[in-house]
Nanobody, 126 residues
Framework: QVQLVESGGGLVQTGGSLRLSCEGS????????MGWFRQAPGKEREFVAV???????YYTDSVKGRFTISRDNAKNTVSLQMNSLNPEDTAVYYC????????????????????WGQGTQVTVSS
């Protein structure tokens, strides 16, 4: 069992930055793929980014060049640095862990993940 706790959300103006963190406990997550998803009001939860155990990264097109995912296996954490934020980034952000090795395309799907955090709110004002 893995417990995940996100932090770092908040309110920021357009063009600003936030850094989200997610700490895992209960089991080391160094062998797991770790991802970030987000869910805006009235919308489906969507993939944002994933980092594989070997450090490989993949992003959804809308955040490429603005967001950076990273992990610190010694601290059992995954982070999401978000720059140049805009109102369309407003959502609850969730981190997730996948214990299986899937294709990159598969890792963009919610069902590829076994454990989820409770989420942290990010609000970008215009």
């Amino acid at each position: 069992q893995v417990q995940l706790v996100e932090s770092g959300g908040g309110l920021v103006q357009t063009g600003g930055s936030l850094r989200l963190s997610c700490e895992g406990s209960g089991r080391t997550v160094s062998r797991y793929a770790m991802g970030w998803f987000r869910q805006a009001p009235g919308k489906e939860r969507e993939f944002v980014a994933v980092i594989n155990p070997n450090g490989g990264k993949y992003y959804t097109d809308s955040v490429k060049g603005r967001f950076t995912i990273s992990r610190d296996n010694a601290k059992n954490t995954v982070s999401l640095q978000m720059n140049s934020l805009n109102p369309e980034d407003t959502a609850v952000y969730y981190c997730a862990v996948s214990g299986a090795r899937y294709s990159t395309l598969r890792m963009t799907q919610r069902t590829a993940y076994d454990y989820w955090g409770q989420g942290t709110q990010v609000t970008v004002s215009s």
